[in-house]
Protein backbone atom coordinates (compact mmCIF):
# COMPACT_ATOMS: atom_id res chain seq x y z
CA UNK A 1 0.00 0.00 0.00
CA UNK A 2 1.05 3.24 -0.34
CA UNK A 3 0.11 6.64 1.17
CA UNK A 4 -1.03 8.98 -1.88
CA UNK A 5 0.66 12.31 -1.80
CA UNK A 6 -1.37 15.84 -1.52
CA UNK A 7 -0.52 18.05 -4.37
CA UNK A 8 2.39 20.85 -3.26
CA UNK A 9 0.77 24.19 -3.11
CA UNK A 10 3.09 26.93 -5.19
CA UNK A 11 3.46 29.52 -2.67
CA UNK A 12 5.10 27.73 0.09
CA UNK A 13 8.00 29.69 1.76
CA UNK A 14 8.89 26.67 4.18
CA UNK A 15 10.38 23.75 2.85
CA UNK A 16 10.27 20.34 3.94
CA UNK A 17 13.06 18.70 2.02
CA UNK A 18 13.32 14.85 1.72
CA UNK A 19 17.10 13.77 0.77
CA UNK A 20 16.17 10.24 -0.83
CA UNK A 21 18.81 7.80 -1.89
CA UNK A 22 18.17 5.80 -5.08
CA UNK A 23 19.75 3.33 -7.21
CA UNK A 24 21.58 4.87 -9.71
CA UNK A 25 25.15 5.36 -10.43
CA UNK A 26 25.95 8.62 -8.73
CA UNK A 27 27.47 9.25 -5.68
CA UNK A 28 24.88 11.93 -4.34
CA UNK A 29 21.05 12.06 -2.70
CA UNK A 30 18.25 13.77 -4.67
CA UNK A 31 16.19 16.54 -2.81
CA UNK A 32 12.87 16.07 -3.13
CA UNK A 33 9.66 17.74 -1.53
CA UNK A 34 7.19 16.58 0.98
CA UNK A 35 3.45 17.80 0.52
CA UNK A 36 2.08 18.84 3.73
CA UNK A 37 0.85 16.09 6.10
CA UNK A 38 3.28 13.37 4.26
CA UNK A 39 4.91 11.49 7.44
CA UNK A 40 7.56 10.21 5.07
CA UNK A 41 10.93 9.91 8.20
CA UNK A 42 14.57 8.78 7.16
CA UNK A 43 14.32 5.17 6.74
CA UNK A 44 10.88 5.00 4.69
CA UNK A 45 10.70 3.42 0.93
CA UNK A 46 9.22 6.09 -1.28
CA UNK A 47 8.01 6.20 -4.99
CA UNK A 48 9.69 9.53 -6.75
CA UNK A 49 10.04 10.95 -10.55
CA UNK A 50 13.22 10.06 -11.82
CA UNK A 51 13.43 11.64 -15.55
CA UNK A 52 10.65 10.37 -17.41
CA UNK A 53 10.29 7.33 -14.95
CA UNK A 54 9.24 6.91 -11.27
CA UNK A 55 11.97 4.76 -8.81
CA UNK A 56 11.79 3.80 -5.57
CA UNK A 57 14.07 5.33 -3.34
CA UNK A 58 14.80 5.62 0.76
CA UNK A 59 14.75 9.08 2.65
CA UNK A 60 18.01 9.48 4.29
CA UNK A 61 17.83 12.88 5.43
CA UNK A 62 15.00 15.35 5.96
CA UNK A 63 15.80 18.79 5.37
CA UNK A 64 13.91 22.62 5.30
CA UNK A 65 16.30 23.81 2.72
CA UNK A 66 17.95 22.70 -0.59
CA UNK A 67 20.43 24.06 -2.67
CA UNK A 68 18.42 23.59 -5.46
CA UNK A 69 15.49 26.10 -6.47
CA UNK A 70 12.24 25.55 -4.66
CA UNK A 71 10.65 25.47 -8.19
CA UNK A 72 13.13 23.26 -9.38
CA UNK A 73 12.11 20.33 -6.70
CA UNK A 74 9.65 17.67 -7.28
CA UNK A 75 7.22 16.25 -4.96
CA UNK A 76 7.05 12.51 -3.86
CA UNK A 77 5.07 10.66 -5.57
CA UNK A 78 3.77 8.37 -2.44
CA UNK A 79 5.58 6.82 0.88
CA UNK A 80 5.80 3.15 0.94
CA UNK A 81 3.67 2.08 4.12
CA UNK A 82 3.71 -1.72 3.14
CA UNK A 83 6.98 -2.59 5.28
CA UNK A 84 8.64 -0.96 8.40
CA UNK A 85 10.62 1.86 8.32
CA UNK A 86 14.31 0.80 7.61
CA UNK A 87 16.05 1.78 11.21
CA UNK A 88 18.36 4.69 12.01
CA UNK A 89 21.57 2.06 12.97
CA UNK A 90 20.38 -0.20 9.98
CA UNK A 91 21.35 3.50 8.08
CA UNK A 92 24.43 3.98 9.27
CA UNK A 93 25.81 0.71 8.21
CA UNK A 94 24.66 1.32 5.27
CA UNK A 95 26.53 5.07 5.01
CA UNK A 96 29.78 3.01 6.29
CA UNK A 97 29.24 -0.19 3.64
CA UNK A 98 29.06 2.91 1.06
CA UNK A 99 32.20 4.65 2.07
CA UNK A 100 33.92 1.42 2.87
CA UNK A 101 33.23 -0.06 -0.64
CA UNK A 102 33.48 3.50 -2.58
CA UNK A 103 29.70 2.98 -3.88
CA UNK A 104 27.73 5.27 -3.93
CA UNK A 105 24.46 5.25 -1.00
CA UNK A 106 21.59 4.45 -3.40
CA UNK A 107 23.60 1.75 -5.16
CA UNK A 108 24.53 0.19 -1.31
CA UNK A 109 21.25 0.89 0.12
CA UNK A 110 19.04 -0.56 -2.97
CA UNK A 111 21.78 -4.23 -3.27
CA UNK A 112 21.56 -4.66 0.51
CA UNK A 113 17.46 -4.61 0.21
CA UNK A 114 15.58 -7.82 -0.62
CA UNK A 115 13.68 -7.80 -4.44
CA UNK A 116 10.70 -6.91 -3.00
CA UNK A 117 11.30 -4.06 -1.43
CA UNK A 118 13.14 -2.87 -4.44
CA UNK A 119 10.13 -2.56 -6.46
CA UNK A 120 7.91 -0.40 -7.09
CA UNK A 121 4.79 -2.55 -6.96
CA UNK A 122 3.37 -3.02 -3.05
CA UNK A 123 3.70 -5.92 -1.01
CA UNK A 124 0.86 -8.41 -0.66
CA UNK A 125 -1.35 -7.67 2.47
CA UNK A 126 -1.45 -11.18 4.65
CA UNK A 127 -4.22 -11.42 6.53
CA UNK A 128 -4.09 -11.60 10.41
CA UNK A 129 -5.00 -15.35 10.39
CA UNK A 130 -7.74 -16.47 12.86
CA UNK A 131 -7.20 -19.71 14.37
CA UNK A 132 -10.16 -21.90 15.54
CA UNK A 133 -10.72 -25.81 16.54
CA UNK A 134 -11.24 -28.60 14.13
CA UNK A 135 -14.69 -29.62 14.33
CA UNK A 136 -14.48 -32.59 17.50
CA UNK A 137 -11.34 -32.83 19.96
CA UNK A 138 -8.52 -34.82 19.08
CA UNK A 139 -9.11 -38.53 20.98
CA UNK A 140 -5.91 -38.62 22.75
CA UNK A 141 -5.48 -35.38 24.83
CA UNK A 142 -2.38 -34.27 25.36
CA UNK A 143 -0.34 -34.46 28.66
CA UNK A 144 1.63 -31.80 28.28
CA UNK A 145 -0.22 -28.35 30.11
CA UNK A 146 0.74 -26.08 27.85
CA UNK A 147 -0.43 -28.00 24.95
CA UNK A 148 -3.64 -28.95 26.67
CA UNK A 149 -3.87 -24.62 27.70
CA UNK A 150 -3.40 -23.96 23.73
CA UNK A 151 -6.55 -26.65 23.03
CA UNK A 152 -8.25 -24.93 25.46
CA UNK A 153 -7.92 -21.53 24.39
CA UNK A 154 -8.95 -23.03 20.74
CA UNK A 155 -11.97 -24.72 21.75
CA UNK A 156 -13.12 -21.57 23.57
CA UNK A 157 -13.48 -19.92 20.29
CA UNK A 158 -11.64 -17.91 17.60
CA UNK A 159 -8.70 -15.76 18.05
CA UNK A 160 -5.97 -14.54 16.46
CA UNK A 161 -2.25 -15.74 16.44
CA UNK A 162 -1.48 -12.77 18.77
CA UNK A 163 -4.12 -13.71 21.28
CA UNK A 164 -3.60 -17.49 21.35
CA UNK A 165 0.85 -16.92 21.61
CA UNK A 166 0.53 -13.83 23.88
CA UNK A 167 3.07 -10.81 23.80
CA UNK A 168 5.72 -12.15 25.99
CA UNK A 169 9.28 -13.08 22.59
CA UNK A 170 10.27 -16.12 24.88
CA UNK A 171 6.91 -17.41 25.87
CA UNK A 172 5.84 -17.25 21.88
CA UNK A 173 8.31 -18.88 20.77
CA UNK A 174 7.59 -22.14 23.18
CA UNK A 175 3.86 -21.57 21.98
CA UNK A 176 4.68 -21.72 18.53
CA UNK A 177 6.60 -24.80 18.84
CA UNK A 178 3.42 -26.61 21.23
CA UNK A 179 1.04 -25.76 18.64
CA UNK A 180 3.06 -27.34 15.42
CA UNK A 181 3.18 -30.18 17.83
CA UNK A 182 -0.47 -30.61 17.91
Keep these: QAQDVPPISPGRRDMDVLRVALDVPLPTLFDYLAAPGVDAAPGDRVVVPFG ?3 RIGVVVERATSSALPPEK ?3 IAAVRDDAPRLGAQWLA ?3 FLAGYY ?3 LGETIASSLPPR ?3 LRPLP ?6 LQRS ?6 LPRSPRKRALLDALYAGPLTEQQLLGADAAEQKKQRTALREL
Excluded at 125 to 130: G, L, S
Excluded at 135 to 140: E, F, K, N
Design 52 to 54: SRQ
Design 73 to 75: LRP
Design 93 to 95: VMR
Design 102 to 104: QRP
Design 117 to 119: LRS
Design 125 to 130: RVANPV
Design 135 to 140: ASPPAD
